[in-house]
T-cell receptor, first 112, second 113 residues
Framework: GENVEQHPSTLSVQEGDSAVIKCTYS??????FPWYKQELGKRPQLIID?????GEKKDQRIAVTLNKTAKHFSLHITETQPEDSAVYFC???????????FGTGTRLTVIP | NAGVTQTPKFRILKIGQSMTLQCAQD?????MYWYRQDPGMGLKLIYY???????DKGEVPNGYNVSRSTTEDFPLRLELAAPSQTSVYFC????????????FGPGTRLTVT
């Protein structure tokens, strides 16, 4: 099955700086890559996703890039704010599949 | 819409006890999922359902059972609780398969002692 690795496990940045979280996947058939944000004690929520027919997607301060050849994808958060502090999970799946494979998470702390 | 709801929020079980975690969604989603989240780890799929009357195993199904008698409800049953089942359990639903956004419930924190 699919194996998703995520780095780093913890990340601290100053407010206003950028944060980058990286994930690799093993199954070349995977074609859907979502990112979920989980605030402390809360449920995971989708913040952005990308499909393998595009290389980059942006939504205001967040962006995701995908390199299919190298089988890795990254989350970029610019102009970080304290409310960005949370655990971020990457995941991988295939169209038509029923299993979403998650990375182990990155705890992002934005220092005011 | 309430979205995805779960009960209870917290539960402490003794080894060998049984319990059912309840999950319901009001978004008319066909697909529903049960995950467990261990400390410092990502979510692992326990069971999923693609519609009423249809369920199948995920990555970590041992020790659990599910049923799906209606589109709205997807309960998870633990028959003989073990300490290894101490975890946070999340139910989720989606419009279609796992390449669509999954909407998560608030979670159930279960401790088995």
């Amino acid at each position: 099955g699919e194996n998703v690795e995520q780095h780093p496990s913890t990340l601290s940045v100053q407010e206003g700086d950028s944060a980058v979280i990286k994930c690799t996947y093993s199954d070349s058939a995977s074609n859907y890559f979502p990112w979920y944000k989980q605030e402390l004690g809360k449920r995971p929520q989708l913040i952005i996703d990308i499909r393998s027919n595009v290389g980059e997607k942006k939504d205001q301060r967040i962006a995701v890039t995908l390199n299919k050849t190298a089988k890795h994808f990254s989350l970029h958060i610019t102009e970080t704010q304290p409310e960005d502090s949370a655990v971020y999970f990457c995941a991988a799946s295939q169209t038509g599949a029923n299993n979403l494979f998650f990375g182990t998470g990155t705890r992002l702390t934005v220092i005011p | 819409n309430a979205g995805v709801t779960q009960t209870p929020k917290f539960r402490i079980l003794k080894i060998g006890q049984s319990m059912t975690l309840q999950c319901a969604q009001d978004m008319n989603h066909n697909y529903m999922y049960w995950y467990r989240q261990d400390p410092g780890m990502g979510l692992k799929l326990i069971y999923y359902s693609v519609g009423a009357g249809i369920t199948d195993k995920g990555e970590v199904p041992n020790g659990y059972n599910v049923s799906r008698s209606t589109t709205e409800d997807f309960p998870l049953r633990l028959e003989l609780a073990a300490p290894s089942q101490t975890s946070v359990y999340f139910c989720a639903s989606s419009y279609r398969d796992s390449s669509y956004e999954q909407y998560f419930g608030p979670g159930t924190r279960l401790t088995v002692t």
